[in-house]
Each structure stands twice: as C-alpha cells, then as structure tokens.
C-alpha cells in the first residue's frame, strides 16, 4: 500500500509519495509450516518521477511493482516510446490518456492472469475488494498553460478524469488515506451507513438516499477549510510533507502492518519545471548529491 498528496496551488503543483513497498503472499518455513499476509515492508521504491521533456510529475499509489519490474522501468519505458525525440508537448490530459492505456496493457497481461489464478475465478467474477488496485495521478502544466491541473486513472476502472482543471486549487490523496480524511473531511465516510445502519434496527428509521444526503451534508460542518488558492508554493511543499508524515504515523501505531513509510519523496512543478524538494528526492539523487557515483 502506498501514500500520494497532490496539492493544485496557483504556483504550480506539489507532489508527493511515501517509499514503503509491501510484500504480501505466502512463505513456508524452514520446518515446512507456512505463514500467509505482509511478509515484509521495504523502504526506498520510487513512486513518484519527473516525466522527460514536460513540466508535470507522475505519481502511483497501491499497486508498487507491476509483474517483475519496477513502476520507474515501465515509465521510462513509455517515455521512450511517446515523449523521446517529439518536439510536441502533450497536455496533461493526453499524457493521461497514453499512460492509463499503457498501464491498463501491463496490468491485464501481469496482474489479471495472477489474480485469476489465486482466486480460481474468472477475473470479472472476483470480488472488487479483493482486486489489485493502480492508481495514478499525472500533475503539471500543458504547453503554454499559466495554471496546472491534476489528472487522476484508476486501474481497473473508468477512463482518466480531471481531478483538478485550472484554477481549481486544493489537494487530493491517493492509497491509504484514511488518516488524511479523518483530519481534513473531519469524519470516516463509512460512518455514514454505519449509523444509518444501526438507526434503522435500533429507531426503525427508514433509510433513504434522501436521508443519506442529509446526513453527509450535516457532517460537512466539520471539515477543515484550507485556503489553496492564496498558498504559497513552499506552504504547500510544508502541507504535503504534513499529510504524508500523518499517515505515516498513523499506519506506524494501529493494528496492522506499517504498510506506508520510509523516507518521504516530494517535488514542485512550476512554469520553471519539475524540481526535487531537498531532503525528499530519490535515494540515486541523494547519492549523487553526496558525491557518490551513480
């Protein structure tokens, strides 16, 4: 499981990634027993990258590695085959487009016949909870554009949708969020059906989607308010870091696997272009920095 922040600000847009990668499955010991769940958490995978030749950033959530590589190989990979020698600059909601059709390819030719296979189902007959999830945010500026926008794809699921056009300033958040939401929307959305559940067999309340509504926007009170259009770009750098380390936390001292963590990675993009915030940019970056070859 993973952790994305990406905040649309006036400036540009900031983005940001935890490192963790989860290793799930099932192992037999050396005494022949096995043992099923989270074998183990690494830190240090890269989720987050400058795509060549653009102002924007791409960022994954869930889903770390795809068949035996690495997400970075296959987005380099693409690169190569779209971006590499073409003088033109897609915008954002093209790249979007490329990159949900390349990854929709690998993801049917990787994860659907192993899902397939571990559940002894056809793949659309699986539960959708049990289903492997990619999620993707591209963010930056299409060619000539004064203001970013944020694009989201959801693999399996719709075509890419704008999750912020220009001019719509705030953040969204991606993976293992349920910290961020519980702080910034100011309640569990699953908190909802769980009370008009037990309304219903305790009050005989009868549940209707009227109702629901109702009840949703009476909890919307409680949501914090974030002025994003006036926030300054390094405000929003300090905002994303902040989101990030609460989930971190978070998955640090409940019950369960810290399945988000490690050592934080964040950029900006501006009308200047993608740029690695210090102390936050790829562990290769770092060596580099620190004189180390690469």
């Known amino acids: 499981m993973s952790i994305g922040v990406v905040c649309n600000l006036s400036d540009g847009v900031v983005l940001g990634v935890d490192s963790a990668l989860t290793i799930s499955g099932t192992v037999k010991g050396p005494t022949g027993e096995t043992s099923s769940g989270v074998l183990n958490v690494y830190t ?63 993801y049917n030719r990787t994860i659907v016949p192993a899902v397939e296979k571990e559940t002894g189902l056809a793949f659309d007959k699986v539960d959708k909870a049990r289903l492997p999830i990619l999620q993707i945010a591209v963010a930056g500026f299409s060619d000539e554009a004064h203001l970013s926008e944020v694009w989201e794809i959801t693999i399996p699921g719709a075509k890419p949708k704008a999750a912020r056009e220009q001019g719509q300033f705030g953040a969204n958040w991606y993976g293992k969020s349920e910290a961020i939401v519980r702080v910034i929307k100011g309640f569990e959305p699953a908190l909802i059906d769980a009370l008009l559940d037990r309304l219903q067999r305790k009050a005989g309340l009868r549940r209707t989607e009227q109702l629901r509504e109702e009840v949703k926007e009476t909890l919307r009170r409680f949501e914090a308010v974030v002025p994003y259009g006036g926030m300054p770009i390094g405000t929003g750098v300090e905002h994303v870091r902040f989101l990030l380390d609460l989930v971190i936390g978070y998955t640090d001292y409940v019950v369960g696997a810290p399945v988000c963590g490690g050592r934080t990675r964040i950029a900006t993009v501006t009308r200047e272009g993608f740029r690695w915030v210090a102390g936050h940019e790829p562990v290769i970056s770092r060596l580099q920095a620190d004189g180390a070859s690469a």
């Open 44 to 106: 240090e995978c890269e989720k987050l990258f400058h795509l060549a030749n653009l102002k924007a950033g791409v960022m994954f959530a869930g889903l770390a590695m795809l068949g035996d590589r690495t997400l970075e190989s296959h987005v380099r990979e693409w690169e190569s085959a779209t971006l590499a020698g073409s003088a033109e600059r897609p915008s954002m909601g093209d790249v979007a487009d490329g990159l949900h059709g390349f990854f929709l390819d690998i």
